[in-house]
C-alpha cells in the first residue's frame, strides 16, 4: 500500500480543515499562499476537489453515516468526505482508497483509524455512487437558507442550491466584439452580452488573456457597469474597485475613472489587470469613508456577505454563521451616504451588492429614499437587453440570482439600482 499520498488530496485535506475547522475562506488561504509551493496544474486541481468536497458535503456525510458507527475527528472525516466524493464521482478506487488510508496514518492522532477509514471507503466504492445518486440536493445552511426562504420563497431557494451544487461556467467581458471571441473560445454570447465558456481549463492559457482582450467576470457582475452607462470624458468613482472587473469596463467605455479600494494588497490586482488589457484609471488607496472629490457618476459595489457568489465560493456557507454581516449592513448605509456627498447635482450612481439578502440590496435603497429627500431611483435603466422585466424590483431595481437563466448555466445573485441625485 502506498505510504505517500498525492500532495494535491494533501492540500485539499489542508484546505477543507481550515474551511470547515477554522471558518476560513479558500480565498483567504490561497492569498496568504497556501497552495504556492504546488505547481499551477496541482493548484487547480486541489482547489477542485475542495470544492467538489464543500458543494456535495451534505450528500457526503450522508453516504459515510451509514458505516460510520463513531463521528471521526475532523481531519479524518475530511479525508473520508474527500474519498467518498471522488468515488461517487468514479474516482479510480485503488488510488483514492490508498491515498485516504496513507492521509490518515500520516496523522499523528490517525494511525489507529487506518483500518476503519480503509473498510468504510472499500464500502463506498462498492455502492456508495449509486446511493449518491439518489440522494437530494446539498441545502444550504440554516443559517443562511432561514433567510432566504423568507425572501424568496422555499421553491425558489431550492433552485439556486441546485444552481449552487452545478458550479458555474467561465464568463468574459469582451472589450470589442463578443461574438468574434466567443467562437474562437469555442463559446456563446449571453443575452446580456458576456462571453460564456463552458470548458475553460487554464484561464491565463486562453487566446486573448495575455493580451487582454477581453476579463472573467460573471454575466450579472458585469451589469451594475453596463447600468451606470458611463461616458467618454465622465468622472467615474469606482468606490470599492478591487479586484478591478467593474474598473475596467468603466475604463474602456472611455471615462475618466478613479478606482479607490481600501485594501493596497487586492489594489496590485486592479493595477496587473488595467496593465494586462491596456486600459487606464487612477488607482487610489484609502477608505470611501474618507474620500474626498466631485463625480459624474459613481459606482458602489460595496463590502458584503458575496451570498451571490457560492456558486463559484461553496466555502462560504461552511466557513461563516452570518454573525459578522450586522457589520457590513451598516457600512453598506454609510457609503451610500457618503457616496451621495461626493455626487455632482443631477449625478448618477450604482448601488450593488453580490449578496442575495435584501438587507443588502432592495432595502439599503429603500432605506436611502427615506434618508435622502429628492434622491430618485432611475427605473428605466434596468430595462436592457437581456433583461427579463420580472427582475425589475418594485423600488426600481434590479434582482439577479442564481436560479435564473436555468437553462444556459446560471448566473451569480446581484443586487443594483442606479440612483439620481436631485
Ligand atoms: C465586492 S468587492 C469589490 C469588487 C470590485 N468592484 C470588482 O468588480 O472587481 C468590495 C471591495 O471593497 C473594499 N473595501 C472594503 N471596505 C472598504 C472601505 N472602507 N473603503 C474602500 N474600499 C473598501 C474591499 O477591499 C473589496 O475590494
Redesign the pocket.
Known amino acids: 500500500m502506498s505510504t505517500s499520498p498525492s500532495p494535491a488530496r494533501r492540500s485539499a485535506v489542508y484546505l477543507l480543515d481550515q474551511v470547515l475547522g477554522e471558518g476560513r475562506l479558500m480565498a483567504e488561504l490561497l492569498g496568504a499562499g497556501a497552495l504556492d509551493r504546488l505547481e499551477p496544474a496541482d493548484r487547480a486541481r486541489v482547489q477542485r476537489l475542495a470544492q467538489d468536497v464543500l458543494r456535495g458535503l451534505e450528500r457526503a456525510d450522508r453516504v459515510l453515516g451509514k458505516h460510520l458507527r463513531k463521528t471521526p475527528p475532523l481531519h479524518v472525516r475530511n479525508i473520508l468526505r474527500l474519498a467518498t466524493v471522488e468515488l461517487c464521482s468514479g474516482g479510480d478506487a485503488h488510488g483514492v482508497v490508498n491515498d485516504a488510508v496513507a492521509l490518515t496514518a500520516g496523522h499523528k492522532k490517525g494511525q489507529h483509524m487506518k483500518g476503519m477509514v480503509n473498510a468504510v471507503l472499500r464500502k463506498v466504492a462498492a455502492d456508495g455512487g449509486a446511493e449518491w445518486a439518489k440522494l437530494r440536493v446539498p441545502r444550504l445552511p440554516k443559517w443562511l437558507r432561514d433567510p432566504l426562504v423568507m425572501a424568496w420563497g422555499g421553491e425558489a431557494v431550492m433552485a439556486m442550491e441546485t444552481a449552487q451544487f452545478a458550479g458555474a461556467p467561465l464568463d468574459l467581458t469582451v472589450k470589442p466584439d463578443a461574438g468574434d471571441w466567443a467562437a474562437r473560445l469555442g463559446g456563446a454570447v449571453l443575452p446580456t452580452g458576456s462571453v460564456r465558456v463552458a470548458q475553460a481549463g487554464q484561464v491565463s492559457a486562453l487566446p486573448g488573456f495575455a493580451e487582454g482582450a477581453w476579463w472573467v467576470?460573471d454575466a450579472a457582475?458585469a451589469m451594475?457597469?453596463r447600468l451606470l452607462d458611463a461616458r467618454p470624458g465622465e468622472a467615474v468613482l469606482?468606490?470599492?474597485?478591487?479586484?478591478?472587473?467593474?474598473?475596467l469596463q468603466l475604463a474602456a467605455a472611455g471615462a475618466d475613472v478613479t478606482a479607490?479600494?481600501?485594501?493596497e494588497a487586492?489594489?496590485a490586482?486592479?493595477r496587473e489587470n488595467l496593465s494586462r488589457t491596456g486600459l487606464t484609471a487612477r488607482v487610489v488607496a484609502?477608505?470611501?469613508?474618507?474620500?474626498r472629490g466631485s463625480y459624474d457618476a459613481i459606482?458602489l459595489?460595496?463590502?458584503?456577505s458575496?451570498t451571490g457568489t457560492i456558486r463559484r465560493h461553496p466555502d462560504l456557507p461552511h466557513a461563516k454563521d452570518g454573525a459578522e454581516f450586522g457589520a457590513l449592513f451598516e457600512?453598506q448605509a454609510a457609503?451610500l451616504d457618503h457616496a451621495l456627498g461626493l455626487l455632482k447635482p443631477g449625478g448618477r450612481l450604482v448601488f450593488?451588492?453580490?449578496s442575495l439578502l435584501p438587507d443588502e440590496g432592495e432595502c439599503q435603497v429603500e432605506e436611502a429614499l427615506e434618508r435622502h429627500p429628492g434622491l430618485t431611483v432611475d427605473r428605466a435603466a434596468p430595462d436592457r437587453p437581456g433583461i427579463d422585466p420580472a427582475w425589475i424590483t418594485e423600488e426600481g431595481g434590479l434582482r439577479l440570482r442564481p436560479d435564473y437563466w436555468p437553462d444556459l448555466g446560471g448566473m451569480d445573485g446581484f443586487y443594483m439600482a442606479v440612483l439620481r441625485k436631485g
Open positions: 467576470q457582475a451594475p457597469a469606482d468606490m470599492c474597485a478591487a479586484p478591478g472587473g467593474k474598473t479607490l479600494d481600501i485594501s487586492r489594489l490586482r486592479v484609502g477608505d470611501a469613508l474618507e474620500h459606482l459595489d460595496a463590502p458584503c458575496a457600512l457609503m450593488c451588492t453580490c
